[in-house]
Protein backbone atom coordinates (compact mmCIF):
# COMPACT_ATOMS: atom_id res chain seq x y z
CA UNK A 1 0.00 0.00 0.00
CA UNK A 2 1.55 3.16 -1.01
CA UNK A 3 1.75 6.25 1.43
CA UNK A 4 -1.01 7.81 0.09
CA UNK A 5 -3.10 5.18 0.23
CA UNK A 6 -2.42 4.80 3.81
CA UNK A 7 -2.88 8.37 4.55
CA UNK A 8 -6.40 8.19 3.47
CA UNK A 9 -7.54 4.99 5.04
CA UNK A 10 -6.42 6.38 8.56
CA UNK A 11 -9.26 9.07 8.40
CA UNK A 12 -11.71 6.84 7.27
CA UNK A 13 -10.88 4.14 9.84
CA UNK A 14 -10.92 6.56 12.95
CA UNK A 15 -14.46 7.65 11.14
CA UNK A 16 -15.56 3.96 10.90
CA UNK A 17 -14.59 3.63 14.51
CA UNK A 18 -15.81 6.78 15.44
CA UNK A 19 -19.34 5.56 14.36
CA UNK A 20 -19.16 2.02 15.62
CA UNK A 21 -18.62 3.36 19.06
CA UNK A 22 -20.80 6.50 19.03
CA UNK A 23 -23.48 3.48 18.32
CA UNK A 24 -22.17 0.81 21.20
CA UNK A 25 -22.27 3.69 23.53
CA UNK A 26 -25.73 4.45 22.24
CA UNK A 27 -27.07 0.93 22.54
CA UNK A 28 -25.21 0.68 26.07
CA UNK A 29 -26.78 4.14 27.28
CA UNK A 30 -30.17 2.53 26.44
CA UNK A 31 -30.24 -0.75 27.97
CA UNK A 32 -27.11 -0.52 31.14
CA UNK A 33 -28.42 0.03 34.66
CA UNK A 34 -26.64 2.58 35.88
CA UNK A 35 -25.29 4.45 32.43
CA UNK A 36 -26.37 7.61 30.98
CA UNK A 37 -25.60 10.00 28.65
CA UNK A 38 -27.82 13.01 28.86
CA UNK A 39 -31.48 13.59 29.33
CA UNK A 40 -32.33 15.36 26.16
CA UNK A 41 -31.69 14.56 22.85
CA UNK A 42 -28.90 17.19 21.98
CA UNK A 43 -27.50 16.70 25.75
CA UNK A 44 -27.53 12.77 24.47
CA UNK A 45 -26.03 12.91 21.09
CA UNK A 46 -23.32 15.13 22.69
CA UNK A 47 -22.77 12.87 25.94
CA UNK A 48 -22.54 10.32 23.10
CA UNK A 49 -20.04 11.75 20.38
CA UNK A 50 -18.24 13.15 23.45
CA UNK A 51 -17.54 9.98 24.97
CA UNK A 52 -16.60 8.26 21.48
CA UNK A 53 -13.70 10.65 20.76
CA UNK A 54 -12.27 10.11 24.14
CA UNK A 55 -12.55 5.96 23.43
CA UNK A 56 -11.85 6.29 19.61
CA UNK A 57 -8.15 8.13 21.06
CA UNK A 58 -7.75 5.18 23.38
CA UNK A 59 -8.30 3.21 20.26
CA UNK A 60 -6.16 4.64 18.31
CA UNK A 61 -3.07 4.18 21.58
CA UNK A 62 -3.82 0.87 21.61
CA UNK A 63 -3.74 0.45 17.70
CA UNK A 64 -0.09 1.99 18.31
CA UNK A 65 0.48 -0.50 20.50
CA UNK A 66 -0.49 -3.48 18.58
CA UNK A 67 1.35 -2.84 16.02
CA UNK A 68 4.74 -2.89 17.77
CA UNK A 69 4.70 -6.23 18.09
CA UNK A 70 6.38 -8.25 15.11
CA UNK A 71 3.97 -10.50 12.98
CA UNK A 72 5.59 -13.66 13.27
CA UNK A 73 5.27 -17.09 15.25
CA UNK A 74 7.78 -16.28 17.98
CA UNK A 75 7.79 -16.70 21.01
CA UNK A 76 8.04 -13.33 21.58
CA UNK A 77 4.47 -11.91 19.86
CA UNK A 78 3.03 -14.92 21.58
CA UNK A 79 3.77 -13.42 25.22
CA UNK A 80 3.34 -10.30 23.82
CA UNK A 81 0.01 -11.40 23.09
CA UNK A 82 -0.50 -12.92 26.29
CA UNK A 83 0.04 -9.46 27.94
CA UNK A 84 -1.15 -7.07 25.85
CA UNK A 85 -5.19 -8.74 25.86
CA UNK A 86 -5.43 -8.09 29.84
CA UNK A 87 -3.91 -4.76 29.15
CA UNK A 88 -6.68 -3.74 26.28
CA UNK A 89 -9.68 -5.21 28.17
CA UNK A 90 -8.66 -3.02 31.51
CA UNK A 91 -8.44 0.41 29.18
CA UNK A 92 -11.78 -0.15 27.72
CA UNK A 93 -13.40 0.29 31.07
CA UNK A 94 -11.08 2.93 31.94
CA UNK A 95 -11.17 5.14 29.20
CA UNK A 96 -15.16 4.71 29.50
CA UNK A 97 -14.83 6.05 32.95
CA UNK A 98 -13.18 8.85 32.14
CA UNK A 99 -14.98 9.99 28.94
CA UNK A 100 -18.36 9.99 31.31
CA UNK A 101 -16.18 12.52 34.18
CA UNK A 102 -15.04 14.49 31.42
CA UNK A 103 -18.59 14.78 30.33
CA UNK A 104 -19.73 15.75 33.32
CA UNK A 105 -16.78 18.06 33.83
CA UNK A 106 -18.45 19.91 30.60
CA UNK A 107 -22.00 20.08 32.49
CA UNK A 108 -23.96 17.41 30.83
CA UNK A 109 -25.89 14.96 32.39
CA UNK A 110 -23.65 11.67 32.44
CA UNK A 111 -24.05 9.00 34.94
CA UNK A 112 -21.76 5.96 35.62
CA UNK A 113 -22.56 4.32 38.59
CA UNK A 114 -19.83 1.78 39.76
CA UNK A 115 -17.35 -0.79 38.69
CA UNK A 116 -20.00 -2.90 37.60
CA UNK A 117 -21.71 -1.09 35.11
CA UNK A 118 -18.40 0.26 33.97
CA UNK A 119 -17.41 -3.03 32.70
CA UNK A 120 -20.85 -4.28 31.45
CA UNK A 121 -21.36 -0.86 29.62
CA UNK A 122 -17.30 -1.33 28.30
CA UNK A 123 -18.24 -4.47 26.79
CA UNK A 124 -21.47 -3.80 25.37
CA UNK A 125 -19.86 -0.82 23.92
CA UNK A 126 -16.62 -3.04 22.14
CA UNK A 127 -18.98 -5.75 20.85
CA UNK A 128 -21.79 -3.94 19.27
CA UNK A 129 -19.12 -1.45 17.55
CA UNK A 130 -16.91 -4.94 16.28
CA UNK A 131 -20.65 -5.76 14.63
CA UNK A 132 -21.18 -2.42 13.16
CA UNK A 133 -17.86 -2.48 11.79
CA UNK A 134 -18.48 -6.13 10.19
CA UNK A 135 -21.44 -4.68 8.95
CA UNK A 136 -19.80 -1.76 7.46
CA UNK A 137 -17.02 -3.99 6.10
CA UNK A 138 -20.10 -6.25 4.28
CA UNK A 139 -21.91 -2.72 2.76
CA UNK A 140 -18.73 -1.27 1.49
CA UNK A 141 -17.90 -4.44 -0.22
CA UNK A 142 -14.81 -4.69 1.46
CA UNK A 143 -15.36 -8.46 2.66
CA UNK A 144 -13.33 -10.15 0.47
CA UNK A 145 -12.98 -13.13 3.10
CA UNK A 146 -16.35 -13.49 4.22
CA UNK A 147 -15.09 -13.29 8.08
CA UNK A 148 -17.50 -9.92 8.40
CA UNK A 149 -20.25 -11.17 6.92
CA UNK A 150 -20.06 -13.96 9.16
CA UNK A 151 -19.48 -11.98 12.24
CA UNK A 152 -23.17 -10.26 11.21
CA UNK A 153 -24.68 -13.30 10.92
CA UNK A 154 -23.09 -15.15 14.32
CA UNK A 155 -24.61 -11.58 15.86
CA UNK A 156 -27.91 -11.79 14.16
CA UNK A 157 -28.53 -15.43 14.75
CA UNK A 158 -27.64 -15.54 18.19
CA UNK A 159 -30.00 -12.73 19.03
CA UNK A 160 -32.44 -15.08 16.88
CA UNK A 161 -31.57 -17.71 19.23
CA UNK A 162 -32.25 -15.56 22.77
CA UNK A 163 -35.80 -14.63 21.37
CA UNK A 164 -36.39 -18.10 20.87
CA UNK A 165 -35.19 -19.31 24.17
CA UNK A 166 -37.37 -16.45 25.94
CA UNK A 167 -40.81 -17.46 23.97
CA UNK A 168 -40.34 -21.39 24.02
CA UNK A 169 -38.69 -22.07 27.86
CA UNK A 170 -40.92 -21.26 30.54
CA UNK A 171 -37.84 -21.31 33.18
CA UNK A 172 -36.61 -18.06 30.85
CA UNK A 173 -37.66 -14.48 30.96
CA UNK A 174 -37.28 -11.28 29.83
CA UNK A 175 -38.31 -8.56 32.13
CA UNK A 176 -41.01 -6.42 30.72
CA UNK A 177 -40.44 -2.64 29.53
CA UNK A 178 -40.76 -1.39 25.92
CA UNK A 179 -40.14 -3.38 22.83
CA UNK A 180 -37.14 -1.46 21.25
CA UNK A 181 -35.63 -1.62 24.87
CA UNK A 182 -36.13 -5.59 25.24
CA UNK A 183 -34.59 -5.55 21.65
CA UNK A 184 -31.51 -3.47 22.29
CA UNK A 185 -30.87 -5.80 25.23
CA UNK A 186 -31.42 -8.76 23.15
CA UNK A 187 -28.78 -7.19 20.98
CA UNK A 188 -26.60 -6.87 23.44
CA UNK A 189 -26.73 -10.36 25.11
CA UNK A 190 -26.69 -11.71 21.55
CA UNK A 191 -23.07 -9.70 20.71
CA UNK A 192 -21.81 -12.00 24.15
CA UNK A 193 -23.13 -15.41 22.22
CA UNK A 194 -21.66 -14.16 18.98
CA UNK A 195 -18.61 -14.00 20.18
CA UNK A 196 -16.34 -17.07 18.60
CA UNK A 197 -13.41 -18.68 20.77
CA UNK A 198 -12.37 -21.22 18.66
CA UNK A 199 -12.80 -23.41 15.75
CA UNK A 200 -12.83 -27.48 15.98
CA UNK A 201 -10.78 -28.94 12.86
CA UNK A 202 -11.05 -32.50 12.32
CA UNK A 203 -9.26 -33.03 8.61
CA UNK A 204 -10.13 -35.67 6.67
CA UNK A 205 -13.41 -36.43 8.22
CA UNK A 206 -16.88 -35.42 6.33
CA UNK A 207 -19.31 -32.08 6.61
CA UNK A 208 -21.62 -34.08 8.61
CA UNK A 209 -19.46 -35.72 11.24
CA UNK A 210 -17.68 -32.14 11.75
CA UNK A 211 -21.20 -30.49 11.84
CA UNK A 212 -22.33 -32.95 14.48
CA UNK A 213 -19.17 -32.56 16.32
CA UNK A 214 -18.89 -28.77 16.01
CA UNK A 215 -22.45 -28.84 17.83
CA UNK A 216 -21.37 -30.72 20.91
CA UNK A 217 -18.53 -28.06 21.23
CA UNK A 218 -20.63 -25.11 20.29
CA UNK A 219 -23.37 -26.23 22.91
CA UNK A 220 -20.78 -26.57 26.01
CA UNK A 221 -18.95 -23.07 24.69
CA UNK A 222 -22.62 -21.89 25.03
CA UNK A 223 -23.33 -23.17 27.92
CA UNK A 224 -20.65 -20.95 29.45
CA UNK A 225 -21.43 -18.23 27.13
CA UNK A 226 -25.05 -18.34 28.68
CA UNK A 227 -24.06 -17.89 32.33
CA UNK A 228 -22.00 -14.64 31.24
CA UNK A 229 -24.86 -13.54 29.91
CA UNK A 230 -27.37 -14.06 32.73
CA UNK A 231 -24.58 -12.24 34.40
CA UNK A 232 -23.91 -9.21 32.27
CA UNK A 233 -27.95 -9.31 32.33
CA UNK A 234 -28.21 -8.58 36.09
CA UNK A 235 -26.38 -5.12 35.11
CA UNK A 236 -29.24 -4.26 32.60
CA UNK A 237 -32.30 -2.48 32.44
CA UNK A 238 -34.40 -5.56 31.57
CA UNK A 239 -32.63 -8.31 32.50
CA UNK A 240 -32.42 -12.02 31.04
CA UNK A 241 -32.82 -14.76 33.70
CA UNK A 242 -32.89 -18.63 33.25
CA UNK A 243 -33.83 -20.57 35.74
CA UNK A 244 -31.86 -23.93 36.56
CA UNK A 245 -29.17 -26.10 35.09
CA UNK A 246 -32.04 -27.85 32.76
CA UNK A 247 -33.27 -24.00 31.22
CA UNK A 248 -29.20 -23.47 30.87
CA UNK A 249 -28.53 -26.59 29.26
CA UNK A 250 -31.92 -26.75 26.88
CA UNK A 251 -30.99 -22.97 25.90
CA UNK A 252 -27.34 -23.87 24.74
CA UNK A 253 -28.99 -26.65 22.64
CA UNK A 254 -31.01 -24.13 20.69
CA UNK A 255 -29.21 -21.45 20.50
CA UNK A 256 -26.55 -23.65 19.35
CA UNK A 257 -28.89 -24.98 16.52
CA UNK A 258 -29.62 -21.42 15.23
CA UNK A 259 -26.17 -20.67 15.31
CA UNK A 260 -25.17 -24.01 13.45
CA UNK A 261 -25.11 -22.05 9.75
CA UNK A 262 -21.86 -20.10 10.76
CA UNK A 263 -20.40 -22.78 12.57
CA UNK A 264 -20.97 -25.34 9.57
CA UNK A 265 -19.96 -21.87 7.08
CA UNK A 266 -16.23 -21.33 9.40
CA UNK A 267 -15.94 -25.21 9.21
CA UNK A 268 -15.52 -25.11 5.32
CA UNK A 269 -13.18 -21.93 5.39
CA UNK A 270 -9.58 -24.09 5.47
CA UNK A 271 -8.02 -20.33 5.47
CA UNK A 272 -9.33 -19.43 8.97
CA UNK A 273 -7.17 -21.38 11.23
CA UNK A 274 -9.00 -19.41 14.71
CA UNK A 275 -7.67 -16.50 16.24
CA UNK A 276 -5.09 -16.02 18.86
CA UNK A 277 -6.72 -13.99 21.03
CA UNK A 278 -9.57 -16.05 23.06
CA UNK A 279 -12.39 -13.67 22.22
CA UNK A 280 -11.90 -12.55 19.11
CA UNK A 281 -13.53 -9.13 18.82
CA UNK A 282 -10.89 -7.81 22.08
CA UNK A 283 -8.48 -6.33 19.79
CA UNK A 284 -10.49 -5.58 16.70
CA UNK A 285 -11.46 -1.89 17.99
CA UNK A 286 -7.21 -1.47 18.60
CA UNK A 287 -6.68 -1.61 14.60
CA UNK A 288 -6.41 -4.35 12.52
CA UNK A 289 -6.68 -7.97 13.53
CA UNK A 290 -3.57 -9.21 14.72
CA UNK A 291 -1.32 -11.57 13.25
CA UNK A 292 -2.62 -15.27 12.77
CA UNK A 293 -0.58 -17.59 14.94
Excluded at 32 to 60: E, M, S, T
Excluded at 112 to 129: E, F, I, Q, R
Excluded at 186 to 209: D, M, N, T
Aim: charge should be positive.
Amino acid sequence: MSNGSRGAAAPAALLLDLVATAVGLAVAAAVVAGFDLGGRPAARCAGVLGAAVVLVAVHAAGGALVRRFPADRSCAFCLGAALLVPLLLAAEPAALWLAVRLAGGLGLAARLSGPGATVVAAVVVVLVGVTVRHLWSVLADRDGDGQALRGVARHLLAVAGLALVVALLDGASQANGPGWRQLLTLVALGAVLGLKFSRLSLPGFGVRLRSAAGLVVATAGNLLKLWLVTRLGSRLELPLSLAGFGTFAVAAVIVAVVMLPTSVASGRDTADPGDPFPPGATAEPYGPPPPRL
